[in-house]
């Protein structure tokens, strides 16, 4: 899907700068650590930068922090849903306490999400 240039450098920009929460959540997810489901970070789609990304389970992971919360932003999160949702990606989001106060859990939230559907990850020799 096309994305415009400045959104492709913000993504470059992000990638460098994220936080806490979603470090963590890469740091578990890079490498096909999920049953072998690829996710990539800070991916563009269209005008919009997902967090995270799974192709295969066209799956968007979003790490929310406190800001989501105002209502401004959760109308902004509804929009950026919707649009998601007509191309066919799932949103999935997560709070980023529960990032920081329960990795195991949010991990077996994704694995679930991602289902059993994905080819397992190639073995070395």
């Given at each position: 899907?096309?994305?415009?240039q400045?959104?492709?450098?913000?993504?470059?920009?992000?990638?460098?700068?994220?936080?806490?929460?979603?470090?963590?959540?890469?740091?578990?997810?890079?490498?096909?650590?999920?049953?072998?489901?690829?996710?990539?970070?800070?991916?563009?789609?269209?005008?919009?930068?997902?967090?995270?990304?799974?192709?295969?389970?066209?799956?968007?992971?979003?790490?929310?922090?406190?800001?989501?919360?105002?209502?401004?932003?959760?109308?902004?999160?509804?929009?950026?849903?919707?649009?998601?949702?007509?191309?066919?990606?799932?949103?999935?989001?997560?709070?980023?306490?529960?990032?920081?106060?329960?990795?195991?859990?949010?991990?077996?939230?994704?694995?679930?999400?991602?289902?059993?559907?994905?080819?397992?990850?190639?073995?070395g020799?």
């Open positions: 899907m096309y994305s415009p400045i959104t492709i450098a913000r993504a470059r920009e992000l990638r460098r700068t994220m936080t806490l929460p979603e470090v963590i959540l890469w740091q578990a997810l890079r490498g096909r650590k999920l049953g072998g489901a690829r996710f990539r970070r800070q991916h563009p789609v269209g005008p919009y930068i997902l967090d995270f990304y799974c192709e295969d389970a066209r799956l968007a992971v979003e790490v929310d922090g406190q800001g989501h919360e105002h209502p401004d932003q959760m109308r902004h999160d509804a929009r950026r849903t919707a649009w998601l949702m007509l191309r066919g990606i799932i949103v999935h989001r997560i709070a980023a306490r529960e990032v920081l106060g329960n990795l195991d859990g949010v991990l077996a939230g994704l694995k679930a999400r991602v289902g059993g559907g994905l080819a397992p990850p190639p073995q020799p």
